[in-house]
């Protein structure tokens, strides 16, 4: 079993920062892609950014430029640091990965989230 386990998140005022962590622990070969998710209340869950295993970046429009993933697979440990924040950036983040074990299977995992909210 895998969990992930998420950090850094809380109350911030308009244009301050942010950096949020999400550690991987249990049965891990390797760690392929790894994200960031955040849902709203009354909104569905949307994709953050995303890096790949070899540090390929995507990221929604509405955070390029602001927010910054990054990964450190020495630590099994994804990041991603926010600036500029915007009330409108209020919300539970979700950090999410697909997990390879031993024998080759991957899965995806989901942390249990970590709030963050941006005042006006």
């Known amino acids: 079993q895998v969990q992930l386990v998420e950090s850094g998140g809380g109350l911030v005022q308009a244009g301050g920062s942010l950096r949020l962590s999400c550690t991987a622990s249990?049965?891990?070969?390797?760690?392929?892609?790894m994200g960031w998710y955040r849902q709203s209340p009354g909104k569905q869950r949307e994709l953050v950014a995303f890096v790949s295993k070899g540090g390929s970046t995507n990221y929604d429009d509405s955070v390029k430029g602001r927010f910054t993933i990054s990964r450190d697979n020495a630590k099994n440990t994804v990041y991603l640091q926010m600036v500029s924040l915007k009330p409108e950036d209020t919300a539970v983040y979700f950090c999410?990965?697909?997990?390879?074990?031993?024998?080759?299977?991957?899965?995806?995992?989901w942390g249990q989230g970590t709030q963050v909210t941006v005042s006006s």
């Open positions: 999410n990965a697909d997990v390879r074990n031993g024998f080759g299977y991957s899965r995806n995992y």
């Open positions: 249990g049965s891990i070969f390797s760690i392929d892609a």
